[in-house]
């Protein structure tokens, strides 16, 4: 009797996938869901991102530490409005703030200052569209991506420390005799200061000078630095000195001019000219002065 009870109950369990249970009626297999296809729809496009700093004249893609600068992206798209995409900023460094197709980028307050040449800043722009049938919650996406590169400088250091290491190098006539080599910062292959002739007319003073003069002690001071691109510097008693900064540094010269074995003191305040060239991503000297009023010893110096 128990051995009969059980097969039944197996013939039901095994009747279980066509029928509801021994003696039901039979279940009738669902179809699966249909294939829902999404709807044709292009993807965004990201024709450009620009950035762009405040300071007039300031060059597209070039950034100081600490610097906030603009950044916006020009997207097509064919179906959904600019407005409803999703943008997502990020960069290697820096902080984003604001949303959407225009942002600012601030960048970081410091730079490794061992390293002469500017940090690359990739900055990359991700932009996702949802999609999906007209009358239907979004149930597609399309993730599209572009990147840009801004070339971070400290400027001030930058540029101060090549001002000073010129006037160092022109201090030391008796060791450094190759005007090359005292202006290897200036711009001497031209396209990038405002007025070649600048440059021209340092290097005849530094062949002069190295020429004619014995430098017996000389000290060169803090640089004091301004960018402000295309003021240049307005050097008292000698006028304007195109460029995109100005430095301003005490020097102290005593020397005796080898042509009639005289000896001087120079102390005063040397301005400097440099200026920036995008093609080659860095700053340039262009022009040194040193003020005629400013000086006690020889005259060669206030020339």
């Known amino acids: 009797m128990l051995r009969r009870f059980l097969v039944a109950a197996g013939v039901c369990t095994l009747a279980a996938g066509a029928y509801a249970g021994c003696g039901g009626s039979p279940i009738t297999p669902q179809?699966?869901?249909?294939?829902?296809?999404?709807?044709?729809?292009?993807?965004?496009?990201?024709?450009?991102?620009?950035?762009?700093g405040r300071?007039?004249?300031?060059?597209?893609?070039?950034?100081?530490?600490?610097?906030?600068?603009?950044?916006?992206?020009?997207?097509?798209?064919?179906?959904?409005?600019?407005e409803q995409l999703v943008y997502q900023w990020t960069a290697s460094v820096g902080t984003f703030t604001g949303t959407g197709r225009a942002v600012t980028w601030t960048a970081p307050d410091s730079v490794d200052k061992s390293?002469?040449?500017?940090?690359?800043?990739?900055?990359?722009?991700?932009?996702?569209?949802?999609?999906?049938?007209?009358?239907?919650a979004p149930a597609w996406s399309h993730e599209v991506t572009a990147t840009t590169s801004v070339r971070l400088h400290d400027s001030v250091r930058e540029?101060?420390?090549?001002?000073?290491?010129?006037?160092?190098?022109?201090?030391?006539?008796?060791?450094?005799?190759?005007?090359?080599?005292?202006m290897s910062d200036f711009d001497l292959d031209g396209g990038t200061c405002p007025d070649p002739r600048q440059v021209d007319a340092e290097k005849d003073d530094v062949i002069r000078h190295y020429t004619h003069f014995v430098m017996h002690r000389y000290e060169i001071?803090?640089?004091?630095?301004?960018?402000?691109?295309?003021?240049?510097?307005?050097?008292?008693?000698?006028?304007?000195?195109?460029?995109?900064?100005?430095?301003?540094?005490?020097?102290?010269?005593?020397?005796?001019?080898?042509?009639?074995?005289?000896?001087?003191?120079?102390t005063g305040t040397d301005w400097i000219s440099a200026a920036y060239s995008v093609p080659k991503s860095r700053w340039f000297l262009c022009s040194s002065d040193f003020p005629p009023s400013n000086t006690l010893g020889h005259s060669f110096y206030a020339r």
């Open 31 to 52: 179809p699966p869901p249909p294939i829902v296809q999404p709807p044709v729809n292009a993807a965004p496009n990201i024709e450009s991102i620009t950035v762009q």
């Open 55 to 82: 300071r007039r004249r300031q060059p597209a893609a070039v950034a100081d530490i600490r610097e906030t600068v603009d950044v916006s992206a020009t997207v097509r798209d064919s179906e959904t409005p600019v």
């Open 115 to 136: 390293i002469r040449e500017p940090l690359t800043v990739t900055i990359t722009l991700k932009v996702i569209e949802h999609y999906g049938h007209p009358g239907q």
């Open 159 to 182: 540029i101060g420390d090549m001002s000073r290491l010129f006037l160092d190098k022109f201090s030391q006539p008796q060791t450094i005799r190759d005007w090359r080599e005292v």
């Open 221 to 266: 001071g803090a640089a004091n630095v301004s960018v402000d691109f295309g003021e240049g510097c307005h050097v008292p008693l000698r006028g304007w000195r195109p460029g995109d900064a100005c430095v301003r540094v005490p020097v102290f010269w005593d020397s005796t001019d080898t042509r009639d074995n005289t000896r001087g003191i120079s």
